[in-house]
């Protein structure tokens, strides 16, 4: 399983791993993949400095990358406190309201955290200054082609550089800007996604940028047997992220509702998920749950635009992962959450990929005439 990509960034594997998990990046880098390390999460960037040293560290020397969220034209913004001015005292009602009807109490006085606040252009580029103090290989942003001075610095650094798109139309806008390489995220994606589904995707995107602008396949993959699909449809790669959510390495995170979590998810169908603007205020792919289907319900408000929708929900994450609840958690996953019958090692994981990966091509291979 060895393509271009493998050279371009001295991996064993041409498998890309998007994870908010720092020791979910650093096993998969370790066993010879690609970690790339979310960094919506941090608002302080000394907490991502103090993670990303701590990558450098344990990756045995393989490199690794980061995930931003930066939109190309540069917003006008507040402080948080500014933003949540903004936000109508309906949409606070209905929060409210909805959590007090789903059982989920309210937290300690004192604990809790603000919104995430990496959804901010301000706060997107300081994580690339950060980030641009360590080693990584590549830059990717999920909101597509970063601001040109972005890019510009990253190919200084000889940093490349990946966006997400979900139409052919959008992949061209991104080559034009001088991104490198293409994320063709299809509709079975976890997160924000797109409408095309990846089996039609992948080759429009292929076709439309090229055999020069590496692609990745990324939505719907979890298997090897996907990711054979994914490079016969023209990919160089595959971009997985939810599949590392049921690792053993994800469950260091520490989160409060690990256990609600590893219920939701080893539980669920690939029929239990929904493509909803709840979380962030952009269309992005979530577990069905209580809480989602409320924002479904006849009388609830519209989602707000982001970073708004972000800041209104922040307390209610929160509060739905102190209460532990499988019923009412709110997480972001794709459709391939169907497979993630169980909690398993990354090791494990990519060993499986590669493993199922060359029988599926050994198997095509007795088809030729």
Known sequence: MRTPLCEEFGIEYPIFAFTPSEH???????????????CVRFNDTEELERVLTWLDANTDGKPYGVDIVM??????????????????????????????????????????????LGWLHSVARSHLDVALQHRPVLIANAL????????????????????LAGAAKHALSHVANGV????????????????????????????AVGPDVPVLGAGG???????????????QGAWMGSIWLGTEEYQLMGA????????????????DT????VYTGKPARLLKTKWTEAWNEEGAPAPLPMPLQNLL?????????????PDVISMPIGQIVGRMNEVRSVADVMADLVAEFETTVERLNTLRS
């Open 24 to 38: 979910v990046a650093a096993a998969v880098s370790r066993a010879g993949g690609l970690g790339v390390l979310g």
């Open 71 to 116: 939109p190309m034209k540069i917003p006008t913004e507040g402080t948080s406190l500014d933003l949540g001015a903004m936000i109508p005292e309906d949409h606070r009602r209905f929060v409210d309201e909805t959590l007090l009807r789903l059982g989920v109490p309210p937290l300690p006085e004192g604990e809790g955290r603000e919104g995430v």
């Open 144 to 163: 597509g082609s970063p601001p040109a001075d972005i890019i510009e610095k990253c190919h200084d650094h000889g940093i490349k550089i990946a966006a």
């Open 180 to 207: 490198d390489i293409i994320v063709a995220q299809g509709y079975e994606a976890g997160g924000h996604t797109g409408e095309v589904a990846s089996t039609v995707l992948q080759p429009d995107i292929v076709d």
């Open 221 to 235: 993959i979890g298997s090897g047997r996907q990711i054979a699909a994914s490079l016969a449809l023209g990919a």
């Open 256 to 271: 409060a509702n690990a256990e609600a979590w590893e219920t939701a998810f080893t539980r669920a169908t690939s029929s």
């Open 274 to 277: 929904v493509r909803t603007r």
């Open 313 to 325: 929900v922040a307390n209610a994450h929160n509060r739905i992962s102190a209460a532990n609840d």
